[in-house]
Every structure is written in C-alpha cells, then in structure tokens.
C-alpha cells in the first residue's frame, strides 16, 4: 500500500499542458477599414474588415475581425497591412498603421467608459427619484 494516495511510483507524473495564448492582449476595436494586405507568400490582396479586435501578442500583433469580401473572420498580422482606409473618414494611412490603430482603441476605451459612467449615473438619479 502506498503511503501517500496522491502520489504513484509507478505511473509518471503528466507534464503541464503548454498555454498557447500566454502573453496575448485583446483590446476591443470596432470600425470598417479596408486593406491592402501582403500574405506570407508575399500575394498582395484588398479586403474589406469589419473589426472587432485588435490582439497584441509575443511579435506579433492582429487585427480581426469579419472580412466581408471574403466570408468569416479573419485575423491579419498589422506589419503585413500595406494600406489601410478608415470606411467611415476615408483616410487612407499607409505608414504608422499599428499607432493609429492603438490610438483608436484608446479612444474607443475611454469612450465607452464614458458612456458607462454616464449610464450608471442615470440609474442612480433614477433610483433616487423613486425612492423620494
């Protein structure tokens, strides 16, 4: 018998699964763009994103999101975007893509915790105006 039920001599201990999304960042980014985009095989493509995240990892970072053209979401490295246009201003930014889009991430941060706060402080003066 073995003095210790939690652990086996004679079966090996199970080595620690690898955590394949260790170090990613996802920062929510909403907008319609479309890119030139160079593939790995140096292919140059124009597609049409509907954004929805903005994904920072180890060396790489992704802009996914739903490419209309093509069907289904997809996600694409931010160095191999060669041009970008806003859909909604239709800037066309060809140098300092991952800049702008972090800014706007940022500016859509702040605009929701905005929003947020502002709901919030609404509900409270409307629970207020009930209780009184």
Known sequence: M???????????AKAAPE???AGWRTLPLEGRFDLVYE???GAWSNR?????????????????GIDTRR??????????????VDGATGE????????RLLARAEAQRRADA??????????RKAAVA???
Do not use: H, K, W
Not at 48 to 64: K, N, V
Not at 92 to 99: M, Q
């Open 114 to 123: 905005l929003r947020i706060r502002r709901q919030a402080r609404a509900r």
């Open 130 to 132: 009930a209780v009184a």
């Open 2 to 12: 073995n003095d210790n039920l939690f652990f086996d001599l004679e079966r090996p």
């Open 92 to 99: 066309r930014i060809e140098t300092g893509i991952l800049d």
């Open 39 to 41: 593939d790995a095989a």
């Open 48 to 64: 049409s994103l509907d954004a929805r995240e903005l994904r920072l990892g180890p060396g790489r970072t992704l802009l996914g």
């Open 71 to 84: 069907g289904g979401y997809r996600g694409f490295r931010v160095d191999r975007i060669r041009r970008l």
């Open 19 to 21: 955590r394949a999304a």
